[in-house]
């Protein structure tokens, strides 16, 4: 497999080996729901007030919105003014509204429709040139980027999806994607918590799923984050407490960053209670 970590890999690489573990993440999720009956569906996950048909709305709901991005950028804008423009103002979430109305629709319908939109965002991927910046709810960004997002995303929610029906998902090397996002958003996750971007960078080193060890980040860095790579995707992705996690944080930066560490666009998480007793 292709490292799209590795500076010298050509983007087009990049990109198709990031769309080649978005498909393999994207299956890993779909062979948990495929068979679920329709209780199966209505199951709550651990996000307050969503079900699985919840989790599996989002993810369909966002895909929408990645394929119109990638496929007519004048077109996002507009149909995003048109549906959300005035939407805070009124109390509504959009995020909360798109999973909610997906969620209402038959389970065959909905595993469908979200099959049917993953397939036609990595097309739309793959068929958009390597620089062009990508318009979405936040930041604009890049194929691989948005790649990485949906991987990110897929990979979240699964977790929840897994959770609810406790089952137990082996780690894959595709969290080296989540883990280099993480530390990519560590400055941000400082921003939407009202605190300035630290100026000392961040050194991970991380037990990958097969023993070996993925770092990121300046070799001299004295702020470091040591642990699982699993640990750091499920901290990082708000799944787990940091209390529940065996990750160490060494430097100030590095200490602060870990509990309010948030790798998905938005409002800062309320993230999850510890299950670990004093």
Do not use: Y
Not at 32 to 57: K, S
Not at 59 to 87: P, V
Not at 172 to 191: N, P, Q, S, V, Y
Request: hydrophobic share 45%; charged share 20%; net charge negative.
């Amino acid at each position: 497999m292709t490292d799209p970590n590795t500076p010298t890999t050509p983007a087009a690489d990049v990109l198709a080996a990031l769309l080649d573990d978005l498909r393999a993440e994207s299956a890993a999720l779909d062979a948990l729901v495929a068979g679920l009956d329709p209780a199966g569906w209505a199951r709550p996950t651990p996000a307050e007030g969503w079900t699985i048909a919840h989790q599996i709305a989002h993810l369909a709901w966002t895909d929408d919105w990645t394929a119109l991005a990638a496929r007519d950028a004048d077109g996002f804008a507009a149909t995003l003014d048109e549906r959300f423009g005035t939407l805070p103002a009124a109390g509504v979430d959009p995020v909360d509204e798109g999973a909610a109305s997906g969620a209402a629709a038959a389970p065959a319908d909905l595993l469908a429709r979200w099959r049917a939109g993953r397939e036609e965002v990595s097309a739309a991927l793959a068929a958009t040139p390597a620089g062009t910046r990508l318009p979405w709810f936040g930041p604009p960004m890049k194929p691989a980027s948005m790649a990485t997002a949906r991987l990110m995303e897929t990979w979240a929610h699964g977790q929840d999806v897994a959770d609810a029906l406790g089952a137990a998902r082996e780690p894959t090397a595709r969290l080296r994607h989540i883990a280099h996002l993480g530390l990519r958003t560590l400055g941000f996750a400082f921003t939407l918590h009202g605190l300035p971007a630290p100026e000392s960078p961040v050194r991970l080193e991380l037990t990958a799923p097969d023993g070996g060890l993925w770092t990121f980040g300046p070799d001299g860095a004295t702020d470091r984050v040591t642990g699982p790579a699993l640990d750091f995707c499920l901290l990082v992705t708000q799944r787990r407490h940091r209390d529940d996690l065996a990750l160490t944080a060494t430097g100030p930066t590095a200490t602060a960053w870990l509990p309010i560490a948030q790798v998905f666009a938005g409002a800062p998480g309320k993230g999850r209670t510890p299950s670990r007793a004093d």
